[in-house]
């Protein structure tokens, strides 16, 4: 008995240092690509802290379990939570003079480039049955099925797909595309803006952060992104951005992307459900693709889709814009 509590007092000890030494370095995720992924997988930090802070306490090694329960509030604090979703009766009330107008559904799926699958994915969309879509790593394949599929549903589209990388983006839109932008900066893949007159939409998609000088790209094209929107945002330019950030909300990267562009999540603040290896039973999935409004814009309905061959899902929004 003797040597298996020495040998539970070494485990937990290592364990509980390499918890410390985790959650400091996610404080400095801004600085480094391997802090940065420490922070992104904040959550299974949290749930690697909770569970070894109770068996420390079942076997009443108070000085581990302790320190664990400082670990707790110190990962909590910096998790960037959503908004609330309201139904869209609660937005109607004449006591605030609010103007409901009407809504409109979006969707955002990285299909992965590498996905056979088309078939699935169209389905999926056709079973979604939103205003506009957005496409992450399109490729020319993909991109010829889907301007044939939904060319009387959604006639107006916009590609760039791309079959060297996977970094092809298309929109395809029920409303008219007034315009489009293709926003490009040094070192970074592109993102592609459309104006859909009310509304503009801008779809992303940024390097994986692996390597400092990919974590450097994805960190250039957020801020560049944010400074963007800023800049030209004018009164009721309702704004969406989306796409897959290769970025989870617990990361202080994240934080710098909502503030500097003004926008806030559309999921529900307790939405943690990962959309990237998004299994069932897979706790290192990731909540990496996002979408993204301005202030004029409340979030009605936020879902994430099914299995559709790619090893992300889809992420869908009903909005619903509001002026007083």
């Known amino acids: ?6 040998f539970a007092d070494v485990v937990l000890a290592a364990i509980a240092l ?16 391997i802090c940065d992924t420490l922070a992104n997988l904040r959550i299974q930090g949290l749930i690697a802290i909770a569970s070894i802070l109770v068996v420390s306490a079942m076997l009443r090694r ?23 979703i309201q139904p869209v009766d609660h937005l109607a009330d004449d006591s605030i003079n609010a ?13 992965l480039a590498l996905n056979p699958n088309h078939d699935a994915i169209i389905e999926e969309l056709r079973t979604l049955d939103t205003d506009v879509i957005a496409v992450i790593e399109l490729t020319p394949q993909l991109a ?18 791309r079959d060297d990388n996977n970094f092809g983006i298309g929109i395809l839109s029920r409303l008219p595309i007034l315009s489009t932008e293709t926003l490009r900066w040094p070192g970074t893949p592109i993102s592609l803006e459309a104006n859909l007159g009310d509304i503009r ?22 801020t560049q992104l944010s400074e963007h929107i800023r800049n030209t945002m004018v009164e009721n330019r309702r704004t969406v951005l989306l796409g897959d950030f290769n970025l989870t909300p617990w990361n202080a990267n994240f934080t710098d992307l909502l503030t500097t562009s003004g926008l806030e999540r559309a999921a529900d603040r307790w939405d943690f459900h990962p959309t990237w290896y998004a299994y069932r039973w ?29 090893d992300h899902r889809s992420v869908l929004v009903t909005l619903t814009a509001t002026k007083e």
Request: charged share 15%; net charge positive.
């Open 1 to 6: 008995m003797p040597s298996f509590n020495k």
């Open 282 to 310: 897979f706790a290192l999935g990731l909540l990496i693709d996002h979408i993204l409004i301005s202030d004029d814009l409340t979030c009605t309905e936020y879902s994430i889709g099914e299995d559709c061959g790619s």
């Open 201 to 222: 939409l801008i779809a992303t998609h940024p390097y994986p952060p692996i390597g400092q000088a990919n974590f450097h790209s994805r960190n250039r094209q957020l």
């Open 144 to 161: 010829k099925r889907l301007r044939t599929t939904f060319a009387t549903t959604h006639p107006h589209q916009t590609f760039h797909d």
């Open 62 to 84: 108070w000085r581990i379990t302790l320190v664990l329960s400082l670990l707790l509030p110190l990962n909590l604090i910096s998790m960037n939570l959503g908004t609330t």
């Open 18 to 33: 390499i918890l410390v030494l985790a959650t400091v370095a996610a404080f400095f995720a801004r600085v480094h690509w």
């Open 99 to 111: 103007v409901v107008q009407k809504s409109i559904r979006v969707v955002s799926t990285n299909v």
